[in-house]
């Protein structure tokens, strides 16, 4: 599993294993494969829980949510935390790579 550096409050790792996968589908109460570009709020909330929570396991959804904040109130903004998210998860393994021709 590939671990992703992502600094909110201070750098934090996080990964998409099977479990960081089935927790978003859980939180979200639909497959990962439906969000396509349909990613608001409540979804990057629980991408980025779930990506923390693989390597944190004391980490709670409200905590996200407080980084998420807390960031965005120090001026930061969304994209970096979305495309820290996107290469994440594509390392995953999950996903194909249809350059990489699904391995």
Do not use: C
């Not at 671990?3 to 996968?21: E, N």
């Not at 409540?42 to 390597?55: D, I, K, P, R």
């Amino acid at each position: 599993m590939k671990i992703t550096t992502i600094t909110l409050d201070k750098p934090r790792s996080i990964a998409y294993g099977t479990r960081a996968l089935k927790l978003i589908e859980r939180e979200l109460g639909r497959p990962l494969s439906s969000l396509g570009t349909n990613v608001g709020v409540t979804e990057v909330s629980a991408l980025l829980y779930a990506g923390l929570a693989q390597l944190d396991h004391d980490i709670t959804p409200d905590a996200v949510d407080d980084l998420i904040d807390a960031h965005l109130d120090g001026g930061g903004v969304i994209q970096p935390i979305a495309d820290a998210v996107s290469e994440a998860i594509a390392a995953s393994g999950w996903f194909a790579n249809p350059t990489a021709g699904g391995k």
